[in-house]
């Protein structure tokens, strides 16, 4: 029977191609999506679950407020770990992280800039199980300026050699040597580093303080470790420790500063969830966030869903055209279940085709994906839980996509249907229709989300940001001509191409930040003090970067105090409390790890400007009078970059010889602050439109069937003096009263979604009413061409043809 009913199955397929084809084409793109969509999420839900204490390991994170100001920070001192290890018999290991900068490696004539580089602890190796495939796993990291690299490393620096024991110049020190050579690190996670250097290299990571926050630190704990019980016991761990420290450097007792509202907490965040709920100070790398999973698994389950509901209305709408044949396989003896395998058979046949089409599509779409996602994702033919998972989807999708019709058309009553006298159309499809507004309701919601994502891009693209980003160009790595730095920023400003140049460490991007504690005089005490933002700039840089000065003066080589002088900003002045006028004021910071204070004047305030996302409030920020060398930022007024550039590169090459010359542009660095939101829009953009592909294939064979169910009502109305326009307003009303309730529906869904969505940033766009207005004319529009061409068709017909049997 089986073999009979596929038979049979694919009969009808052929004997109905057009229909045949847009069912499988809008079946085969749904389930493409899905897949694409399923690959994303289980990779995002991945993270951090490829060694085998995972589930066991926390990272330690501190929070607190001071004066008012709150932070949340993924680092700690760098005593923290050893302490917990020592005072916690739940703690069994940990290992600390130091992320400074992205150093040059140069070996032989090979010079790399590592992106991916960190300090770390000999423990790195057994806590994340690093594979050590050569060198001695028990003392890799174990002495000073010992580094490790992963396979990809070490063929990028000594290509076919043995990286084992080679020396390798870091930075400027040529004495740091090769110790092993680790298996590439998993992608899915939310550290990737090609290079480790050992900690004990830094003088920093042996203070023993717990206010010097620079370290990611994680801790191994015991299988079953109360977590309630430990967290119980953090406040008098930290009141033990930090306390002395809170008394000398802010000059207060722990219970004053708990009393004046000020606060500092830990917590231990389990490490798998760091990829998509952290986003913390001090972070590794920039993480997900876990509504882009929900929000994907909601496309994907939608788009799915459409593509399931194109076959209900299809094989409901073909019922008439069915329902004979029904009839006659039960006059003929043919009982209820015979006839729902045969539909089911039909469906299931659809479902298989269109997943061996979807995965096709999928594979050919995936490098496409990849790049819009920013990953790396493969389609795992080799493991049988996705041939399996593929196996079940057949049966799944022909299931339900095929059991309302098949439970449905097998109803029929022989005598009723060989009569003649079944009622079909549009008008008798009340479920039909409420699918279509299903369809058309997430295709609206997807529209809207693009449309918005779009617009909170525009606005972060044309928003005042308080500096002019416009026409800088940053020659990167400064310092790599070492004592002819000041040599090369002077040639350069000379140029007629360049308004004015400066050398900085520090941009308006969240990458490039600092934290010190200020306070108001040149004592702390409580209420004074406030964490800011600090940068060293020179006396070009306001004006290289265009930030405005609205009161005091900059910088002057006429002030030999300005090495003591500091500027800062609306938000800094705000949160300093200074009475009267600020200028001339002292404001004081700890140079020291001994508690000694510098105090600085002030002698100017800046317009608030955004040095971070705008995700982010401003922030208090104070500029100081520095020797950074990380970035000489050029003010230019050329549109012949090339040739810039050209005449920079010489310069270089004279004074920085045998250096690496790498420039970028402020604007492309500002830009890449908001990849997420970009690829988030891109993928909505792109899934929207399949969206609406998938629900106008359906609508495309659900008009054409509702045209020929009604060809004899055109007819008489044509007969009876019916314009052509008239008929295709008839044909098409009905269709259009679904989009608008689609719309009523859909519209509210998106602006609740998207409106939460846009809490995410500080400063954001409205949603207007011009966005929804777009959507709901675009999808009317959308809905009425694509039923338009079956309209038409139907209106142009010769009466005569459709009548000549009555």
């Known amino acids: 029977m089986i073999k009979n009913y596929l038979k049979v199955a694919f009969r009808n397929l052929l004997r109905n191609k057009f229909y045949s084809i847009l069912n499988i084409s809008g079946l085969a793109i749904g389930i493409a999506c899905c897949l694409l969509i399923v690959l994303f999420v289980t990779d995002e839900l991945s993270y951090d679950r490829y060694y085998d204490n995972s589930e066991n390991t926390y990272r330690l994170t501190m929070a607190g407020a001071l004066n008012g100001s709150a932070f949340d920070l993924a680092v700690v001192g760098d005593v923290v770990g050893k302490t917990l290890v020592e005072d916690f018999p739940e703690v069994i290991e940990y290992v600390r992280f130091r992320q400074n900068g992205s150093p040059f490696i140069r070996s032989g004539e090979n010079i790399f800039k590592e992106e991916k580089y960190v300090w770390a602890d000999q423990s790195v190796i057994d806590i994340f199980d690093l594979v050590i495939v050569s060198g001695d796993p028990s003392t890799a990291l174990s002495a000073p300026k010992s580094l490790m690299m992963s396979e990809t490393a070490a063929k990028k620096y000594f290509g076919d050699q043995e990286a084992i024991g080679q020396q390798v110049e870091f930075g400027q020190a040529k004495d740091y040597r090769v110790t092993a050579v680790y298996k590439d690190i998993p992608s899915n996670t939310h550290f990737d580093f090609d290079v480790i250097g050992s900690l004990l290299t830094l003088d920093e990571s042996r203070q023993n303080m717990w206010m010097n926050m620079n370290f990611q630190t994680y801790v191994v704990l015991t299988p079953g470790a109360d977590l309630a019980k430990m967290a119980a016991q953090f406040p008098d761990m930290l009141k033990k420790y930090i306390g002395p420290e809170v008394k000398k450097f802010l000059n207060i007792e722990w219970e004053e500063m708990e009393q004046a509202g000020s606060s500092l907490a830990f917590a231990l965040q389990p490490v798998v969830d760091i990829h998509l709920t952290s986003d913390l100070q001090g972070e ?290 705000k949160e300093l409390e200074i009475e009267g006028d600020p200028l001339g004021k002292i404001i004081g910071t700890f140079v020291s790890n001994e508690g000694d204070i510098q105090g600085f004047t002030i002698v100017g305030i800046v317009k608030d400007f955004h040095y971070q996302t705008l995700k982010s409030k401003i922030g208090p920020l104070a500029l100081q009078l520095g020797n950074s060398t990380g970035l000489l930022n050029l003010k230019v007024n050329t549109r012949d970059y090339a040739g810039l550039l050209g005449k920079l590169e010489s310069s270089w090459m004279e004074l920085a010889p045998n250096q690496p010359f790498e420039t970028s542009f402020l604007d492309d660095r500002f830009n890449r602050m908001y990849d997420a939101e970009q690829r988030l829009g891109k993928i909505f953009g792109v899934f929207a439109t399949l969206t609406i592909v998938v629900a106008c294939l359906g609508l495309f064979g659900l008009a054409a069937y509702t045209a020929e169910n009604r060809i004899k009502e055109v007819g008489i109305r044509k007969v009876l003096g019916a314009s052509v326009g008239q008929i295709v307003f008839l044909l098409s009303r009905d269709m259009g009263k679904l989009v608008l309730i689609a719309f009523i529906f859909g519209a509210p869904l998106a602006w609740y979604a998207m409106n939460n969505w846009l809490q995410g940033f500080e400063y954001r766009t409205s949603i207007g009413w011009t966005i929804f207005a777009m959507t709901a004319l675009g999808s009317l529009f959308i809905a009425l061409i694509t039923m338009s061409y079956q309209s038409l068709k139907a209106a142009v017909s010769n009466p005569v043809k459709s009548l000549r049997t009555e």
């Open 284 to 573: 590794l790398d920039a993480n997900s966030d876990k509504s882009y999973v929900y929000i994907f698994s909601a496309i994907a389950f939608f788009i799915l869903l459409i593509a399931c509901i194109n076959f209900m209305n299809l094989a409901t709408a073909r019922s008439a055209h069915r329902a004979k044949e029904v009839g006659v396989r039960k006059v003929l003896g043919s009982v209820k279940s015979q006839l729902i395998y045969q539909f089911l058979a039909e469906s299931i046949l659809i479902s298989f085709i269109s997943f061996v089409l979807a995965v096709g599509i999928a594979y050919l779409a995936l490098p496409f994906f990849n790049d819009l996602s920013a990953k790396q994702l493969v389609i795992p033919f080799e493991n049988p839980l996705f041939l399996g998972s593929i196996f079940a989807g057949v049966l799944l999708v022909g299931f339900l996509a095929g059991s309302y019709p098949a439970f449905f058309l097998s109803a029929f009553k022989p005598v009723t249907v060989l009569k003649g006298s079944l009622s079909n159309g549009m008008k008798s499809g009340a479920l039909r229709s409420v699918l279509v507004v299903i369809q058309f309701c997430t295709s609206i919601f997807l529209v809207i989300g693009t449309l918005v994502i779009l617009n909170q891009l525009e606005f972060i693209q044309n928003k005042n940001l308080g500096f002019d980003r416009d026409q800088v160009l940053i020659v990167n790595d400064a310092y790599l001509a070492r004592g002819n730095t000041a040599a090369l920023k002077t040639k350069i400003e000379s140029f007629p191409e360049v308004k004015s140049a400066s050398l900085s460490g520090f941009l308006p991007t969240p990458s490039n930040n600092n934290m010190n504690l200020y306070f108001n005089g040149v004592v702390p005490s409580e209420g004074t003090q406030v964490i800011m933002s600090s940068w060293t700039v020179d006396y070009e840089y306001l004006e290289t970067l265009g930030i405005d000065l609205i009161e005091g003066r900059n910088f002057s080589r006429d002030f030999a105090t300005d090495s003591t002088a500091i500027i800062i900003n609306e938000a800094a002045l």
